[in-house]
């Protein structure tokens, strides 16, 4: 199949950069949307803003993987699981950015990436595993009594947030084995766009049509959809998962920044030591992933099993903004990380 003009030119404008830039600005690009999307809460609410970011998100994704009528039932039970993640997104979408609006950016994607890193440590059968587990656990302590009130509903939402996206990861690596591609996913975010029009045009009637809404809900898809999915995708063609999960793990930093630069969300010291704490037990299960793959890969061997190519030195497939694959089992954040979508 022919490259188009614009593909061509996407490709040699993206080959320039370093892999490691790619994923941090997919990181950043995914925390501006989240900071960004509070400009136009007072006109369409949170529920207003998922909308319409799910809907044009839906739209870019499907024009991208053109998902065919007959692709979700190429499997059996392909369109209950294609469902099951559209629920699970909308549900996600629809916390998170509830939850911003009750407390800081920062804490609400410190405690959603504890959905996938509980994920990840479910699987542990290594002492050594608990470390990260008790570096996170004190990271939240100290995020949630560090200074700077946060209010429990806010706690509450991001919670059910981190709850929605860790279903919505073991979900998708079913969406994976039924569904080629990023067709499932595409449908996903449709369905996850029609779950929440209802909640959506109740709270904003006739502002969802305002062009200023309009405008930042386009700019919030495409920072926090279209170009992760896209940078990432690109970046783990080139760098190990290893690195790729440790630039990741600055996602709730990157998250506080921008919510003190955009939103004037301050947070006390104490609590950006809660946010360090939790990115750094992300970088400690992940190097920990890491040596517990290459130890079981040692066993294989010595029993007379194909050793394969080394876990950190081959790309693995994008779980952190394209569901369309997961790897088993689960043995650090990076491959229990999900799309931003």
């Not at 320039?16 to 925390?31: D, E, M, S, Y």
């Not at 991208?64 to 997104?89: C, D, S, Y």
């Not at 049509?209 to 783990?236: C, I, Q, T």
């Not at 066993?299 to 394969?308: I, K, S, T, V």
């Amino acid at each position: 199949m022919k490259q188009g003009s614009t593909t061509r030119a996407y490709t040699a404008a993206v080959g320039k950069i370093p892999a490691p830039g790619l994923v941090l600005g997919g990181v950043c690009g995914i925390q501006f949307g989240a900071a960004f999307a509070p400009r136009v809460y007072p006109q369409v609410g949170a529920a207003g803003v998922v909308f319409l970011r799910l809907l044009i998100a839906g739209v870019l994704l499907c024009l991208v993987w053109r998902p065919r009528r007959q692709a979700p039932g190429t499997a059996r039970g392909a369109w209950r699981v294609v469902l099951g993640a559209g629920v699970l997104l909308a549900g996600h979408h629809l916390a998170f950015y509830e939850a911003v609006r009750h407390i800081p950016l920062g804490a609400v994607a410190t405690i959603e990436f504890l959905g996938p890193f509980a994920i990840a440590l479910a699987g542990s059968r290594r002492a050594a595993d608990l470390l990260p587990a008790c570096l996170a656990a004190g990271g939240v302590l100290l995020l949630g009594g560090g200074g700077v009130p946060l209010a429990p509903g806010g706690l509450a939402l991001a919670a059910v947030a981190a709850c929605c996206w860790a279903g919505y990861i073991l979900v998708s690596s079913r969406m994976a084995q039924r569904v080629s591609g990023g067709q499932g996913l595409a449908v996903a975010v449709l369905l996850a766009a029609l779950l929440s029009a209802p909640y959506g045009i109740a709270r904003a009637r006739s502002a969802l049509l305002d062009p200023h809404v309009l405008w930042v809900a386009a700019v919030v898809a495409v920072a926090s959809s279209v170009l992760p999915y896209s940078l990432n995708l690109e970046a783990l063609r080139r760098i190990p998962p290893r690195v790729f999960g440790v630039l990741t793990s600055l996602e709730p930093a990157v998250g506080a920044l921008f919510g003190l630069l955009i939103l004037g969300q301050r947070l006390a010291w104490p609590q950006w030591l809660g946010i360090a704490a939790v990115a750094c037990a992300s970088v400690a299960a992940t190097f920990l992933g890491v040596g517990e793959r290459r130890g079981a890969k040692r066993e294989r061997a010595a029993d007379g099993h194909p050793a394969g190519p080394a876990d950190d030195a081959t790309p693995a497939p994008d779980t952190h903004n394209n569901p369309t694959s997961l790897p088993a089992p689960l043995t650090s954040p990076l491959d229990a990380s999900g799309p931003h979508l």
